[in-house]
């Protein structure tokens, strides 16, 4: 356990996302507002480097804001299977073979 006390993990709070086109997003300078397509009852995702990892709910106590963890993200089963590599569209690797999709 010692070995990853000093492991840095970056974590992220997904509160929202917006699509717009890129002139919209050039034009905006200090003060503006973006509407995200979410409401503040939504759940929020938490990453860990890039990786979903839970979701959550937003909790503001005075003003402090923090994030209250409800929901733990399993890893996929392609994941946690031996002999499968990892990554969007997994296929299973092949003792001297040759993987075609």
Known sequence: MAVLEDLKVDLTVVLGRSHMPL???????????????????????????????????????GNRISVEITELIRKAEAVRLPGVTIGEGAVPVLEGGVNFL
Not at 39 to 51: F, G, K, Q, W, Y
Request: no cysteine; net charge negative; charged share 25%.
């Open 23 to 61: 002139h919209m997003l050039l034009r905006m300078g200090r003060g503006a507002v973006i509407e995200l397509e979410s409401t503040e009852t939504d759940m929020v995702e938490i990453l860990a480097n890039d990786h979903p990892i839970a979701r959550g709910q937003i909790v503001v106590t």
